[in-house]
């Protein structure tokens, strides 16, 4: 099969789509069809993309065929960076953050990286969270950092403020020296993701071996 052809049928068709939204008004008029498949490919929200003369005002009611033709348009416009394979899953070892969540909370954490996303310009993991077998929501991980340790701990920051402060009664996790203040994720001198005590910076325990 002939790529080429597939592309000018694409072309084509994203034109038509534009030019029937921006018949409806669900599209500026004055747009550029490339700039729009372009901004489009880049992940940025179509509605940014199609109505940037109304980007103050809330969304538009639009008919249920005119999000399907939006939706189509996003396609196309992505179609020509879909991988043949995702990359491989990130490194970042979050199994030492559910180690020491089961060890001190008696709480099973769970992340699964379940689909990569890919736009021109990169792409992330959607991260599904499960706690105790119960599926809790989902986060778009980028995992533009080669170090897994600083990878760690803003993986670890994130499910800190995101979601386990409000998982675990009390917030989580706690310094041993001081009850009542929670500690905090970040890399320390020798590289090595840590939680910090927010009451005594020298208060210090590597991620993954709290509670052992
Ligand atoms: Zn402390």
Redesign the pocket.
């Known amino acids: 099969m002939s790529r080429g052809v597939d592309n000018v049928a694409a072309v084509l068709d994203g034109r038509v789509i534009l030019a029937e939204l921006q018949k409806a008004g669900c599209a500026d008029g004055d747009l550029d069809y490339e700039a729009v498949v372009a901004e489009l490919a880049k992940g940025t929200l179509p509605s940014w993309v199609l109505l940037p003369s109304r980007r103050t005002t809330g969304s538009r009611v639009v008919s249920r065929r005119q999000r399907k033709l939006v939706d189509e348009l996003v396609r196309i416009a992505r179609a020509p960076y879909l991988l043949d394979e995702p990359p491989p899953p990130p490194s970042v070892p979050w199994q030492r953050l559910a180690r020491d969540l089961q060890r001190t909370a008696g709480r099973t954490l769970d992340l699964v990286f379940a689909r990569w996303e890919q736009f021109s310009e990169g792409g992330y993991w959607v991260c599904e969270i499960t706690m105790d077998g119960g599926v809790r929501g989902s986060f778009d991980f980028t995992d533009d950092d080669d170090d897994p340790e600083s990878s760690l701990a803003a993986l670890a920051d994130y499910l800190c403020e995101g979601w386990l402060h409000e998982e675990v009664w009390g917030g989580w996790p706690m310094?041993v020296?001081?009850p009542g203040?929670p500690m905090w994720a970040t890399v320390n001198g020798a590289g090595l993701a840590v939680w910090r005590?927010e009451?005594?910076p020298s208060?210090e325990a590597v991620i993954g071996s709290v509670g052992e």
Do not use: I, N, T
């Open positions: 310094c020296r001081h203040r005590c009451a005594d208060d």
